[in-house]
């Protein structure tokens, strides 16, 4: 099911199904509409003498869904007086039934199936009517015809109680509605919220409701008018079922009884008990409640025991299910008001009565349930003291007060951009986005409020003209928009918008009309226009205009002065855009030679001149290469523009100067224009102001990063300034102080930790900085930065210090006071999970990923290390970043570990264990072992443990002797994130996903919690602040929210002195960050943002400080107490950073020589980063007696760099593909395999005659590179030889083949010179730079030349009888090509040398002089690879384009003395032939005449080129991404692959020829599968993808037949049914999903794996009698959880049952290994066995027999298993292993054979359907096997 965000807060229904067109609802017989004269409005009237004759039914098509998700149901109906009425309303349960709920005035009682409820409907009335007296005193026969004075109700029914109660079965969504005669109906819809119709919004807000908290009034357009003076209840009904009230008769529909007399009454009175029954457990439950009474319970009593009792726990209804019941005690005391009494006996409601259940119980030795007859008992937890019950579902016990959360202030910006802020018209208030909420701050005194609704990031915002109406729109699929009332801050309208996601938003100056843009679900530019001019009256948001456009548009604006005029810009793009009769038109402003610029930012001059004629106007624009635009708008052209240049004493060392179009431009991100000067925001970091004639700068500020946005006051007195990093401020122009209002992280928030004493808050984030924030200003104290990134933070409790944990394991101890390092520990190695200090300060403790415990001793200065203990702590990095906890009485310490079912509690001054807690045995009934997750103590009783598990529940331990004192469950959707409990022990703070939760600690019932969002994001961690007022939870921002439950003692003076000390931080702060702009200059320059200072460290010198900190003078000599000195001086204050010690330890400086990096060129060979080791002990079988043959290599390595060699001369035509070179026989097709390279191949080389081929590829044992000499007539390696510690970069043979040369790569750039006589090493050379490429000279074999980072290298080999020297000349780059790269060369056939570079220059070198004749611009991009033959000059690049250059008049050009530009070189120099390919070039090689050639691309092809007719073939195709599938069609003609990069590619099996390829991009392709042999019509593929879709493809129309969505997440196997008549697909989550491949339809789901993701689905055909089933299709699925299910099936009949449930044991993994796939498949010859192999045990194969119910064989393998597949005769087995190894083996007896051709982990293997042919494939390399048997 898709996302159901856009249902919240509620769903309109009629306008939903937009009831007046009546195309997705239905109506029959007697449906009229009226305007009813009290509600004032239109309304539906359904009326008739029979009901069921006249309906509203939705929706139209009962096979259809409304697939809405909110689980309460409200209807606005009145049923006509005298008269009978009837409604449906179908609902799916999470189980996949259909349920019917139906209520009527006309049923007598309530009734109920498995799959329908009838509740009869008791009718109100007019209040002190004769009706209503009746209904008070009467017992029963209320139900009936409605009363004449029956009003209009508002009916409130909670589905998914009704269902659970009820049906015992879970609510999924509501289906369909169907409204019978007689009643008219004004609307109804859905919410997830409890509404209350008798309040109003005023009321609400007076109240503290919010939506929130889950509650609040009912929404305005659902409301009934109220006349002043009245009250709603005097008018309305209001109903609510399941009902708080009495209710008469039992279980249904009425009105509850307000009068509060009767309400006293009836919670006073208790009526007797009913009729008692039998509550049967089933054996499971019985084994489950026995285990928890030998944990929990101590003894019970005798059952002839009396018990005498002041109160008892609350019980619930007792299910069979083993989920559904779970008794929590220990709760909240309350005093009984018949405490005396022996024995008391409760009628419960009948919301949860169980038709008389006796509860006895013991106030000592625990607690009983049973019936009055049942011999079986259900035993819970034992309560040592007396406890409260209440059975009535009506009334519960809330936490308050309600809400108990406020949010208070956030310390974030940006999230989906940072181009987002924005001014009121005041000046006043600054708006901005801060991930989903919106936040409008006073820039006097940092206020917030908040706008809060959205459920994914805010992209974009926008104001109208008067600032009173804000629009505001989220990232994402489910995107939607939302108008909101700026000043009350309601949200006056919701709507989705066409597009995934808008990136940009403008509203008109009226807010009549609001525009946006984004892209639409084929990636294009998507415009949608919105009439928005009635929406502060509540109406409706339709569109006017929307259009679909192929250019690019960064920023769109409506004009100020015309509602229907627009403005955009973009890449290569101005355009002016305009609605006319509804439809929206554009046309590009002519921008000459400047089109092909980047416009970033758009907009209007300013000015309020209404008379001005529109042609009049002039629009502003802004290039990404500094170019600034006036736009004449009416002549639709520039009228002047201008260019932003870097300062030209930046760059005096150039030797020409810059011209007006030479020369990189200053990046212009945004522009803001007032009435009297422009402000620009610029890439280089300053926000500049200039003069409307743009003369010069007159004001400009640096800022950190550059300047993303920039916006200008409606007064024009202040500027605003956003940055891409996170930093929002303003500059006011008069005074010229610029003012930071907000800092924030750049990434997730990881962890943070609270200086309670001086309101100091530290967060480690993400992206890579530790930060020190002011609490009450908000402002950021401290930037620290390290190499390392911080990810757990801690606090001293009563000193200026803190401590930081790194992933590298280092922990740091910081001291804020003097701003130096004290320590730095290197005990962990790895990442640190967990800090904490014992709250006496004494001790530091500390965690990491590995499994290691330290502790320290945090008294002394240097924190110097105690203990420290290894494997103590279970490994992993998902219980940071408090994996620790310390007791209040900083005795015990607590943590998971040694492993993640395990939770220690260890002496905190020792690290001594002293209890182990097993949480993995408390539930039985799980599939999987419950895991620890979080760890907590109890501050205010050191003897309670709180611990959070993996099954989501929270487990209360005693810390003394390990006993479970009680559970909660369901503690969150998603798993705790953190715990915390506040310092007297009253509540208990959770988070789980992005939300908080606020618990009763004492009480931790469901219903005694609230739930908070805001979070956008995971929260990382939540908790109390240590003056216990307020909470702080992070993730994507840091919330800092103000707690408001009272405490026990009311600190008054307290709270008053903290409010005065926040106050006089913020005055200091406005009063001393006055700093003033310099007045002596012509362009003055305004001062930086005032920015924290940053610190970095590095290794410490014990002797001396880190590092040096100067203090300005105003700092005060004695940082303490009181609060407002200490917050004054911090606010204000900046340190000035010294330079710390940077030098490096020798073994530090040595490991970065050692790391050298990639070079910027593509050219450059970097191997495919592998985790895969080849097994060294494995032995090949013997020539001639393998059990399979390699038949055929299909694919080209695309990573490869010139690894394919073609000879037209001798019709050589080879190339690579993993760690073999396929030698391929162009007139045949056939290929030859050289074999004996065990990784990737670099590069290949052959010599002029075509008789030697050498290939070159790493070692695989990290030794030196391996080069293979080939003999191509027997295909046999002549010689090995190894020199280079690299990859080898390139190879070439000289011309009379006398010498062979290698280059190593970037890691050991060097030249090793060989004999090709012998391969013996004649000579070798070190360079200073990296190596691209080398060739020989074609005229002489002892010149050759090599390109790369450091210039051009002309070689001379020098030879003296037996010695071979090297000499090496290099020259430079020239300076006209710039700081540039050599990424290829070749050699003309007179002396003429050319090189290319990553810049797409080529320049032309005379070979005996070594100077550059010639540069000219051949390429926009890098050229990789240069060929020449006689006058004409190949050049491939990584734009994709190949290229003949004409280069004949060489001759004439080389007269001159000096080398030539561009220009010069026009007329003679130009291009012959251009193609366009599929990927950047790699390899080439053509004729003598250069009219045909083959060349090679990164996207795994081989294309052959004939530049006469300019066409261009596939010769070989490939996959360049992952393969992940490669099955055969059922009549082996043909077979399909499927890839990670989303295509579906089908081959011939005889040619290997690629016959069709179906793309789908930017989605992940899992598995594939053939229609069976039984469709005869057509011959179909179908596909599974990453987003949860199948698409099924016809190969003959070669066309997506349909496309299906039956699962939410990747797909991992799929296959047609044995007859093809379903389609049975797997997701990641384990559920399976048959569907018809015809309508598409899903028509059964199964979740009998759910939570373990299906690796394998396999369907035969086999009659399924004699396993005692009905069905003629056997199928399997197996699951990641080592669980197999097998299946009966006759898909006509509409048939499935399970045959048999398999669970394999293992042993439990460790955190790091990777546990290989379960994979089962049936034996071909005998379905009764399936085949079975995973992680287990032993590494084996186990064979299972469905008739005998045993395992009957097993087979022990030397690896794990990545794949396996069973051929169909000759009882052959295939598996592949991660060690690279294919294993054939005989399953008769156990004879094998092993194969390692591949060069990576064998990931699929596939039999033909005989039998002939085997697949195996290892990443992107397919080898077809020719099977031969055992």
């Known amino acids: ?62 096979k259809q869904s409304l697939e809405l998700t909110g689980h309460f149901f409200y209807l606005l109906f009145r049923p006509s007086a005298g008269k009978y009425f009837l409604v449906h309303i179908d609902v799916a349960s999470k189980e996949g039934q259909i349920v019917r709920i139906s209520f009527s005035n006309m049923f007598p009682e309530f009734k109920f199936t498995p799959t329908w409820l009838q509740f009869p409907f008791v009718c109100g009335a007019a209040k002190g009517s004769v009706y209503e007296t009746t209904a008070k005193s009467a017992k029963h026969g209320l139900v009936g015809r409605a009363p004449g004075s029956v009003r209009w109700t508002c009916l409130m029914l909670d589905l998914q109680d009704i269902l659970s109660f009820y049906l015992n079965c879970s609510y999924s969504h509501l289906k369909s509605v169907k409204l019978f005669a007689n009643m008219d109906v004004k609307n109804m819809f859905t919410s997830d919220l409890l509404l209350d119709p008798g309040i109003s919004f005023t009321e609400a807000k007076q109240m503290g409701h919010s939506f929130l908290q889950g509650t609040g009034p009912i929404p305005r357009e659902m409301s009934f008018p109220v006349p002043k003076g009245t009250a709603w209840h005097d008018l309305y009904d209001h109903i609510k079922f399941p009902s708080e009230g009495t209710k008469l008769p039992f279980n249904s529909i009425q009105k509850e009884n307000s009068d509060p007399e009767t309400k006293c009454t009836s919670k006073q009175s208790i009526p007797g008990r009913g009729a008692s029954r039998c509550v049967n457990l089933s054996r499971a439950v019985q084994d489950r409640v026995s285990l928890i009474q030998q944990i929990t319970s101590p003894k019970l009593p005798t059952r002839n025991q009396t018990p005498v009792v002041s109160s008892v726990p609350e019980v619930g209804v007792v299910s069979s299910h083993p989920k559904d019941w779970l008794v929590h005690n220990d709760f909240q005391h309350q005093e009984s008001a018949s405490s005396n009494s022996q024995q008391q006996t409760y009628s419960p409601s009948s919301d949860a009565t169980d038709g008389g259940i006796h509860v006895y119980v013991h106030s000592v030795d625990g607690l009983s349930i049973h019936g009055e007859e049942s011999e079986e008992e259900l035993v819970c937890s034992p309560v040592p003291q007396p406890v409260s019950l209440t059975l009535s579902k009506g009334f519960k016990q809330q936490l308050l007060p309600d809400p108990i959360l406020r949010l208070s202030r956030i310390i974030g910006f940006g999230g989906a951009s940072t181009k987002h802020a924005l001014w009121t018209k005041s000046g006043s208030e600054v708006v901005y986005p801060c991930h989903a909420i919106i936040i409008s701050m006073k820039i006097s005194s940092n206020q917030q409020r908040f706008f809060i609704g959205h459920t994914d990031k805010v992209s974009a915002l926008t104001f109208n003209g008067s600032t009173t109406v804000l629009a505001s729109a989220q990232t994402g699929n489910n995107s939607v928009v939302r108008v909101w009332d700026y000043h009350n801050g309601n949200c006056l309208a919701m709507f989705r918008n066409h597009a995934h996601s808008l990136s940009c938003l403008s509203f ?17 530019t998507l415009v949608v226009v919105w009439n928005t001019l009635n929406v502060r009256k509540g109406g409706p948001v339709t569109v006017l205009a929307k259009a679909h456009t192929e250019v690019d548009i960064n920023t769109m604006k409506i004009a100020f002065f015309d509602d229907t005029r627009m403005v955009s810009c973009g890449r290569d793009n101005i355009r002016l855009w305009r609605i006319r009769n509804g439809t929206l038109r554009s046309c590009p402003v002519d921008l000459g030679e400047y089109r092909s610029l980047d416009f970033s930012d758009v907009t209007f001059e300013e000015g309020n001149a209404s008379h001005k004629h529109v042609d009049d106007r002039t629009l502003f624009a802004c290039s990404r290469s500094g170019h600034i635009f006036e736009i004449d708008y009416g002549r639709v052209s520039v009228k002047n523009m201008r260019r932003l240049l870097p300062s030209q004493q930046q760059h005096a060392s150039r030797r020409e100067k810059w011209t007006f179009n030479t020369g990189p431009g200053i990046a212009i991100n945004s522009i803001s224009v007032s009435s009297s000067f422009c402000a620009t925001g610029c890439e280089d970091g300053f926000m500049r102001l200039w003069p409307l004639d743009f003369s010069a700068v007159f004001l400009e500020a640096e800022h950190e990063g550059p300047v993303s946005m920039v916006s200008v006051s409606v007064d024009s007195q202040k500027v605003l300034a956003v940055t891409s990093t996170g930093n929002l401020g303003f500059l006011d122009v008069s005074s010229r102080e610029y003012s930071t209002l907000m800092r924030s992280h750049t990434d997730t928030v990881l962890g943070f930790s609270v200086d309670g004493i001086r309101r100091h808050l530290t967060t480690a984030s993400a992206d890579g900085t530790l930060r020190i924030w002011n609490m009450d200003s908000l402002h950021q104290l401290f930037d620290f930065a390290s190499e390392d990134s911080p990810c757990a933070v801690a606090f001293h409790p009563h000193e200026q210090t803190f401590c930081c944990g790194f992933t590298s394991g280092i922990v740091r101890v910081f001291d804020i006071s003097n701003a130096k390092l004290l320590a730095e520990h290197r005990q962990h190695r790895g990442e640190v999970i967990g800090l904490a200090f014992s709250p006496d300060g004494d001790f530091m403790h500390s965690a990491d990923a590995q499994g290691s415990l330290a502790l320290y001793d945090a008294s002394e200065e240097d924190h110097s290390v105690i203990r420290v203990a290894c494997n103590v702590v279970a490994r992993g990095t998902e219980r940071a970043p408090d994996a620790l906890t310390v007791s209040g009485d900083s005795r015990f310490l607590a943590f998971v570990g040694p492993s993640q079912n395990i939770v220690t509690i260890a002496d905190a001054q020792s690290l001594d264990e002293l209890l182990h807690v097993d949480v993995s045995i408390l539930d039985v009934e799980s599939p999987q072992l419950d895991v620890a997750l979080k760890v907590c103590f109890s501050p205010a009783s050191t003897e309670h443990l709180l611990i959070a598990t993996s099954a989501n529940k929270i487990l209360w331990v005693c810390t003394k002797s390990g006993r479970l004192l009680r559970e909660v469950s369901n503690v969150h959707k998603h798993q705790c994130s953190s715990l915390s409990v506040n310092e007297d022990s009253r509540f208990l703070l959770t988070a789980g996903h992005n939300t908080v939760k606020v618990w009763d600690y ?50 008054a003076d307290a709270k008053s002195c903290l409010k005065a000390s926040h106050t006089s931080s913020q005055k200091a702060d406005t009063s001393m960050n006055a700093l003033r702009l310099s007045n002596g200059m012509p362009r003055q320059k305004a001062p930086f943002p005032s920015s924290p200072p940053r610190l970095d460290f590095s290794a410490i010198n014990r002797d001396e400080p880190a590092g040096s900190f100067s203090i300005c003078e105003d700092k005060q000599d004695n940082p303490g107490f009181p609060f407002n000195r200490l917050d004054s001086r911090l606010a204000v204050s900046f340190l000035k950073v010294t330079d710390m010690d940077n030098n490096m330890s020798p073994h530090i400086a040595e490991l970065h020589q050692n790391k050298p990096a990639r070079p910027d060129c593509y050219k450059h060979f970097v191997p495919r980063l592998k985790t895969s080791y080849l097994d060294q002990t494995i032995v090949p079988p013997q020539p001639r007696e393998e059990g399979i043959k390699l038949k055929a290599v299909i694919g080209y390595n695309g990573n490869g760099r010139n690894n394919m060699v073609w000879s037209p001369d001798q019709g050589l035509f080879a190339y690579t593909c993993g760690s073999m070179v396929v030698v391929e026989y162009l007139h045949t097709g056939s290929q030859r395999h050289l074999q004996g390279h065990t990784e990737e191949i670099s590069c290949l080389a052959i010599t002029n005659d075509a008789q030697i081929v050498a290939s070159a590829a790493g070692s695989g044992d990290g030794d030196k590179s391996l080069i293979c000499i080939w003999d191509v007539q027997n295909g046999a390696c002549s010689t090995t030889i190894s020199y280079h510690r690299g990859a080898v970069q390139s190879l070439a043979f000289s011309r009379d083949d006398r010498f062979f040369l290698s280059v190593g790569d970037f890691s050991e750039p060097g030249l090793a010179l060989w004999s090709s006589k012998n391969f013996h090493l004649l000579s070798s050379a070190n360079v200073s730079g990296p190596i691209h490429d080398a060739a020989f000279s074609p005229f002489t074999s002892d010149h050759m030349a090599c390109v790369g980072s450091q210039g051009v290298y002309f070689c001379v080999v020098y030879t003296q009888g037996q010695e071979v020297d090297l000499k090496i000349q290099r020259m430079a780059a020239p300076a006209e090509v710039g700081d540039v790269e050599f990424a290829a060369l070749c050699y003309h056939m007179d002396p003429f040398l050319f090189t290319s570079t990553n810049r797409g220059h080529v320049c032309a070198w005379d070979a005996n002089t070594q100077a550059c004749l010639i540069i000219w611009e051949a390429d926009d991009d890098e050229i990789g690879v240069l060929l020449c033959r006689g006058n004409r000059l190949f050049a491939g690049s990584s734009t994709r384009r190949l290229r003949v250059w004409d280069i004949g008049a060489m001759k004439r050009i080389t007269s001159k003395e000096k080398a030539c530009s561009a220009e010069d070189s026009r007329e003679t120099i130009s291009v012959e032939r251009e193609i366009m390919l599929d990927g950047t070039t790699i390899s080439a090689a053509f004729d003598n005449t250069m009219d045909m050639g083959i060349v090679g691309t990164t996207a795994g092809t081989l294309w052959y080129i004939n530049w006469s007719d300019n066409s261009a073939i596939r010769l070989v195709s490939g996959h360049k991404a992952k393969v992940n599938d490669a099955v055969f069609s059922f009549d082996e003609s043909h077979f399909a692959t499927c890839s990670e990069d989303g295509s579906v590619r089908v081959w011939t099996t005889h040619s290997y020829e ?44 070669t066309e997506m037949e349909i496309k299906m969505h039956p699962h939410q997440v990747a797909v991992t196997a799929i296959q047609y049914s044995a007859h093809g008549h379903v389609i049975v697909s797997a997701g990641k989550n384990g559920l399976v999903a048959v569907s018809n491949p015809t309508s598409g339809a899903t028509l059964r789901v199964i979740r009998d794996h759910k939570g373990a993701t299906i690796t394998t689905v396999q369907c035969v055909n086999e009659q399924c009698k004699k396993f005692g089933l009905e069905g003629n299709e056997l199928w399997l699925a197996a699951g990641a959880d080592r669980r197999v299910s097998v299946w009966a099936a006759d898909w006509i009949k509409e048939k499935c049952d399970l045959l048999d449930w398999l669970s394999f044991p293992a042993p439990a993994p460790s955190q790091d290994d990777c546990l290989p796939p379960s994979i089962a498949a049936f034996s071909p010859e005998d379905h009764s066995l399936v085949v079975y192999t995973g992680y287990g045990v032993e590494k084996e194969l186990l064979f299972y027999s469905l008739s005998k119910k045993q395992i009957i064989k097993k087979i022990s393998l030397p690896h794990w298993v990545s794949c396996m597949s069973l051929s169909s005769k000759s009882q052959l087995v295939a598996v592949g292993s991660k060690e690279r190894v294919l294993k054939l083996i005989k399953s008769t007896s156990g004879v094998f054979q092993d194969f390692c051709q591949h060069s990576d982990s064998v990931q699929t293997c596939h039999f033909s359907p005989s039998g002939a042919l085997l697949f195996s494939v290892a990443f992107n390399e397919i080898l077809l096997w020719e099977v031969q048997g055992l």
């Open 1 to 62: 099911m898709a996302s159901k965000a856009w249902q919240n807060p509620y769903v309109n229904i009629f306008k939903h199904v937009k009831i007046e067109e009546w195309r997705k609802s239905a109506k029959e017989g007697e449906v009229s509409t009226f305007r009813d004269k009290l509600l004032k409005c239109p309304v539906f009237r359904i009326s008739g003498v029979i009901p069921e004759n006249s309906y509203i039914l939705i929706p139209r098509n009962t």
């Open 1002 to 1051: 004492n009480l931790p019932l469901h219903n005694n919690s609230q739930m908070f969002i805001g979070h956008s994001q995971p929260i990382r961690q939540v908790g109390f602040t240590p003056d216990q007022m307020g909470v702080v939870s992070v993730g994507d921002a840091i919330f800092l929210w103000d707690f408001l439950a009272s405490p026990r003692d009311s600190p």
């Open 508 to 524: 008109s100056s009226g807010a009549a009309v609001l525009c946006g843009v984004g892209k639409d679900v084929h990636n294009k």
């Open 1554 to 1597: 690629l016959v069709v390829q179906f793309q789908v991009l930017n989605q992940a392709c899992g598995c594939v599968c053939w229609s069976p042999a039984s469709i005869k019509d057509h011959t179909r593929v179908a596909a599974g993808y990453g987003d949860g879709t199948l698409r099924i493809f016809q190969l003959a129309s």
